[in-house]
Structures are given as C-alpha cells and as structure tokens.
C-alpha cells in the first residue's frame, strides 16, 4: 500500500531505476492512453524484446525485419552464468527460451 499522493508516486514508480541498471541508459515513455501510437523511427535506436516476451510481439518484430530499422533484439537466458544475453532476432529464427 502506498500512501503517497498520485502525482508523487507515479513518478517515482515509473521513472527510477536502480543504479545497478544505470548503464542500460534507458528511455521510459509513459501516455496518458492505452493502445499504439506513432513515434519517428530516428527517436528508436533498437528495440530489445525481454526473454519472456509474448509470441505475438516476436511474430511483429519478426515481420518488420525487412528494412533494418529499428534494429530488434532479444533477451535470451543464459543459465551457466545465471543472466541474460541480447541476442540480434534474425528472420524466421525463434529463440529457446523456459518460457513458452
């Protein structure tokens, strides 16, 4: 439970990070509405699905390999070292993963 005001706790929740993950120098977008929106392709330097992500949005990326921006990525486990490997997603190729 938090006891924080909205427009206090929102921030912080979205928009901290632990100092552990600062060299990932990540962006956050965070809308006011649901659904897709339109962002300009040279704003997305690459675009990294994690390792449990949904059939669906390997398939999408999947079909928009073809003109090679953005560049896609997958988080793939790596179970000798207990950690995740970014992984380029080639065309028709489907990662393993424990998460099916």
Not at 6 to 20: G, I, L, T
Not at 65 to 90: H, S, V, W
Request: aromatic letters at 18%; one cysteine or more; charged letters at 25%.
């Amino acid at each position: 439970f938090y006891f924080d005001p909205v427009d206090e706790f929102a921030p912080r929740a979205f928009f901290s990070k632990s100092k552990a993950w600062e060299y990932e120098q990540e962006f956050r977008i965070l809308l006011d509405r649901s659904g897709p929106f339109k962002l300009a392709k040279s704003a997305v330097k690459e675009i990294i699905l994690g390792c449990r992500a949904y059939p669906e949005l390997r398939s999408y990326a999947n079909n928009h390999l073809a003109n090679g921006e953005p560049r896609f990525f997958q988080m793939i486990e790596n179970p000798m070292e207990y950690g995740l490997n970014k992984q380029p997603i080639q065309p028709d190729t489907w990662a393993m993963t424990s998460f099916f």
